[in-house]
C-alpha cells in the first residue's frame, strides 16, 4: 500500500466543516488593496507583503544564534507552520488558503528575543504581554503606518486563538476547523523543529536523549511529521472536527511538549538590565504604552544592537528597522494592548 493510501478513505470528511468565501468579512468593507475573489487568499498575499512577517526573520523561535543560518527563526517557523497547515487541511477538505494566512500571521505580535521579550515587557509592565493578542493588534493597528491590514476576521481569530503555551493543548467551540488546524500545527512545528535544533544550539545531548518518543515516532524529521499528521487526520475523522487529544501518538505528543518546556525553562536567560536600558530610552521618546509597542516590535538585531551602548540617543534609533515607525507611532490614539478589539 503506498503510504498515502490510508488517506483515501477519510480525504474530504470535514469539508462540510470548511470555512466558505462567502463567510468572510473585513472590518472594512471596502478592500481594493488586492484584486482577488477569494478573500482568504487576498489575507495571505497582504500578510506575505507585511513589515510584520519580514521582521520575523530577525526574531528568535528559541534562541538566538546569528551564525547559524540553519536555526529556526520565526519566519522559518511561520513557513512549517503553513506547510503542515495546508497539508493537514488539504486532507480533511478544509480551507487551506484560511489555514495559509492564519499560519503566515500567527506570530507577528512576537518580540525581539521570542519569549523572554515578552516575560520582560510583563515584567517591567506589570501586564501580563499576550503576543497572540499584540499580533492581532498589529494586523489591525500598525501595519500600513496605523492604516492596518484590513484582514478577514476568520484570519484575526485563528491568530488570536492559536497560543497554548506550556498548557494542555485545547481547543474551544468559538475556534474555526482551520484555526484549530494551525494551532495543532504550531505545536507540531515547533517541537520537531526545536528536537532538531537542540544540537545546532549547543543543547547537552543528555537532555535530547531524554526526549525519546521522537526516536520511537520516526526515523528523521520528515517520518516524524508524516506520523503525527496521520494520526492527527484520522483521530479528526473519527471524531468529525480537528482533534489530537486521543491515541498513543497524540498522549505521547502532549507528555513531550511538557518535558520540551523543561528544557525551554532552562534555556531562557535575558539580558534585564540591558533591556530595561532600551525600554527606558524608548519611554523618553514615546508616550502613552508606546515605549512598550515599539519595544514589541524591535527586531532581535535592534535591541541587540542599542542594549550595548551606554548612552543612547537618537542617531542610534536611526540605526534600527524601529526608527521608520516612530512617527507614525507618536501620532497613534492610545491602545489598549490587553484587547485585541475584534467586536465588529
Known amino acids: 500500500m503506498h503510504k498515502y493510501d490510508r488517506f483515501l478513505s477519510i480525504e474530504g470528511c470535514l469539508k462540510h466543516r470548511a470555512m466558505q468565501v462567502s463567510d468572510a468579512r473585513r472590518r472594512y468593507g471596502n478592500d481594493q488593496d488586492i484584486a482577488l475573489p477569494n478573500p482568504y487568499l487576498a489575507d495571505v498575499v497582504k500578510i506575505m507583503e507585511s513589515k510584520a512577517v519580514r521582521s520575523l526573520a530577525n526574531k528568535t523561535q528559541v534562541l538566538s544564534s546569528p551564525s547559524n543560518a540553519l536555526i529556526r527563526n520565526r ?6 507552520v503553513a506547510a503542515i497547515a495546508t497539508t493537514i487541511a488539504q486532507i480533511l477538505g478544509l480551507n487551506h488558503e484560511l489555514c495559509m494566512a492564519i499560519a503566515l500571521a500567527h506570530d507577528i505580535g512576537h518580540t525581539p528575543l521570542g519569549h523572554q521579550g515578552e516575560e520582560f515587557l510583563t515584567k517591567v509592565t506589570e501586564k501580563i504581554f499576550r503576543h497572540e493578542v499584540f499580533g492581532v493588534i498589529v494586523a489591525q493597528k500598525i501595519e500600513r503606518k496605523g492604516d492596518g491590514l484590513n484582514l478577514t476576521k ?12 506550556p498548557k494542555e493543548i485545547v481547543v474551544s467551540d468559538e475556534m474555526s476547523e482551520e484555526a484549530k488546524a494551525v494551532m495543532y500545527s504550531d505545536k507540531i512545528a515547533y517541537m520537531l523543529a526545536d ?11 543528555h537532555w535530547r536523549k531524554k526526549l525519546r518518543w521522537f526516536r520511537e515516532v520516526g526515523m528523521n524529521q520528515r517520518e516524524r511529521k508524516n506520523a503525527i499528521i496521520a494520526a492527527l487526520c484520522e483521530e479528526s475523522a473519527e471524531k468529525g472536527s480537528v482533534s489530537f487529544c486521543d491515541g498513543e501518538i497524540a498522549r505521547s505528543f502532549s507528555e513531550t511538549k511538557n518535558e520540551m518546556y523543561k528544557i525551554y525553562a532552562r534555556l531562557h536567560t535575558y539580558d ?10 524608548l519611554g523618553k521618546v514615546l ?28 542617531t542610534k534609533l536611526r540605526q534600527t528597522s524601529l526608527w521608520e515607525r516612530i512617527p507614525f507611532l507618536e501620532e497613534l490614539p492610545p491602545i489598549d494592548l490587553s484587547n485585541p478589539d475584534l467586536d465588529w
Open 195 to 205: 528536537y532538531n535544533d537542540f544540537p545546532r544550539l549547543g543543547v547537552p545531548e
Open 154 to 165: 476568520q484570519t484575526l481569530l485563528g491568530m488570536l486563538h492559536h497560543s497554548r503555551g
Open 287 to 314: 508616550q502613552n504604552d508606546y515605549p512598550t509597542v515599539a519595544f514589541a516590535l524591535m527586531t532581535d538585531a535592534d535591541l541587540l544592537y542599542l542594549s550595548q551602548y551606554h548612552v543612547l540617543d537618537i
Open 272 to 281: 534585564f538590565e540591558g533591556f530595561m536600558k532600551v525600554y527606558a530610552f
Open 75 to 80: 519566519l522559518s517557523h511561520s513557513m512549517e
